[in-house]
């Protein structure tokens, strides 16, 4: 059996235990046909880049399958005629990976708040640099404003 990875946007509107529903159902589909799913990841609403069917965000949800090429085929089209499934994905992969996806990866990164080895960038003066002399409007007056 081949490995896939799995993505569907589901509306934003559905509450998230639908969106669990949904993912049951894929479950069943690909189990009915001889397939299972290594792993689930729910990414949670997140905002899309673009508007999809007038929606501006949706449930992000990734699943990890181990199935033959007619399980995907099937969960695919039950997905596309689901009216609650914006968009999907699914792409072959040599190895499912283990552990957390990049995107989770990068949830608790966020999660970790500021950083005490990044210093107090942005704020104050430079030390390498002197300071500013303030401008004489008189002068900025002269020289060709309107």
Not at 53 to 82: C, G, V, W, Y
Not at 100 to 117: E, N, Y
């Given at each position: 059996?081949?490995?896939?990875?799995?993505?569907?946007?589901?509306?934003?509107?559905?509450?998230a235990?639908?969106?669990?529903?949904?993912?049951?159902?894929?479950?069943?589909?690909i189990?009915?046909?001889?397939?299972?799913?290594?792993?689930?990841e729910?990414?949670?609403v997140?905002?899309?880049?673009?508007?999809?069917?007038?929606?501006?965000?949706?449930?992000?949800?990734?699943?990890?399958?181990?199935?033959?090429?007619?399980?995907?085929?099937?969960?695919?089209?039950?997905?596309?005629?689901?009216?609650?499934?914006?968009?999907?994905?699914?792409?072959?992969?040599?190895?499912?990976?283990?552990?957390?996806?990049?995107?989770?990866?990068?949830?608790?990164?966020?999660?970790?708040?500021?950083?005490?080895?990044?210093?107090?960038?942005?704020?104050?003066?430079?030390?390498?640099?002197?300071?500013r002399?303030?401008?004489?409007?008189?002068?900025?007056?002269?020289?060709?404003?309107?």
């Amino acid at each position: 059996m081949a490995l896939y990875e799995h993505i569907y946007l589901a509306r934003q509107d559905v509450s998230a235990q639908q969106v669990e529903t949904l993912t049951e159902q894929f479950r069943g589909i690909i189990e009915s046909l001889g397939g299972k799913i290594e792993k689930v990841e729910y990414w949670g609403v997140k905002t899309l880049a673009y508007r999809i069917k007038k929606n501006r965000k949706a449930h992000f949800t990734l699943l990890n399958i181990d199935a033959p090429a007619a399980a995907i085929t099937e969960m695919e089209r039950q997905s596309s005629l689901n009216e609650d499934v914006l968009r999907l994905l699914t792409i072959r992969v040599e190895a499912l990976e283990a552990g957390q996806s990049a995107m989770m990866r990068k949830r608790d990164d966020d999660d970790r708040g500021d950083r005490p080895d990044r210093g107090d960038r942005g704020r104050g003066p430079r030390p390498d640099r002197p300071p500013r002399r303030p401008r004489d409007d008189a002068a900025a007056s002269d020289e060709g404003g309107f």
